[in-house]
Antibody, heavy 114, light 107 residues
Framework: QVQLKESGPGLVQPSQTLSLTCTVSGFSLTSNSVSWVRQPPGKGLEWMGAIWSGGSTDYNSALKSRLSISRDTSKSQVFLKMNSLQTEDTAIYFC????????WGQGTLVTVSS | NIVMTQSPKSMSISVGDRVTMNCKAS??????IAWYQQKPGQSPKLLIY???NRYTGVPDRFTGGGYGTDFTLTINSVQAEDAAFYYCQRIYNSPWTFGGGTKLELK
């Protein structure tokens, strides 16, 4: 069955770079897009960006200057890197498949704090 | 960029009532809208896609409607388990922007 699972550090210091991994199973990254979505505590959902089945990427314009999404199809993994983190980047980070988002990971909480 | 505006921000209703929540797009998005339900501590769940198509396993008390810029999610005969946040989202063409959400509380 389709599964996605996020992993990464729970705590990142301000100004540092966040690196997250989404490991997928039950589908191929060469046939499906994967997006990253985040949700600050007590707030709504924000689409961050996506990597398409062909490998090209698309980003939320508000994050584009800080964000990079890549993948390793041989490992069924999608990566998120975002630099210059600030406290307002504290959030649960989800990865999802396709559009609409019928499949979601459980999310991983990232806290930006010194 | 397209902005998705949901209203109301919150609503409190009784079990068995009918409720309608709204989502307005700042530009014409055709029928490229999805609705999600999110309960505390859980990932969002897809309810409706392409404005009016119910996703697999979603109870038929959930109905989506609208086209262009104005969309609705209606829940007929609300159940206790429907207490949650509901989000609309532009789909198909990116950016896949979410609305700010509507909180549904049960009295």
């Amino acid at each position: 069955q389709v599964q996605l699972k996020e992993s990464g550090p729970g705590l990142v210091q301000p100004s540092q770079t966040l690196s997250l991994t989404c490991t997928v199973s039950g589908f191929s990254l060469t046939s499906n897009s994967v997006s990253w979505v985040r949700q600050p505590p007590g707030k709504g959902l924000e689409w961050m960006g996506a990597i398409w089945s062909g490998g090209s990427t698309d980003y939320n314009s508000a994050l584009k200057s800080r964000l990079s999404i890549s993948r390793d199809t041989s490992k069924s993994q999608v990566f998120l890197k975002m630099n210059s983190l600030q406290t307002e980047d504290t959030a649960i980070y989800f990865c999802t498949r396709g559009t609409p988002f019928a499949y979601w990971g459980q999310g991983t909480l990232v806290t930006v704090s010194s | 960029n397209i902005v998705m505006t949901q209203s109301p921000k919150s609503m409190s209703i009784s079990v068995g009532d009918r409720v309608t929540m709204n989502c307005k797009a700042s530009q014409n998005v055709g029928n490229n809208i999805a609705w999600y339900q999110q309960k505390p501590g859980q990932s969002p769940k897809l309810l409706i896609y392409y404005a009016s198509n119910r996703y697999t396993g979603v109870p038929d008390r959930f109905t989506g409607g609208g086209y262009g810029t104005d969309f609705t999610l209606t829940i007929n005969s609300v159940q206790a388990e429907d207490a949650a946040f509901y989000y609309c989202q532009r789909i198909y063409n990116s950016p896949w922007t979410f609305g700010g959400g509507t909180k549904l509380e049960l009295k």
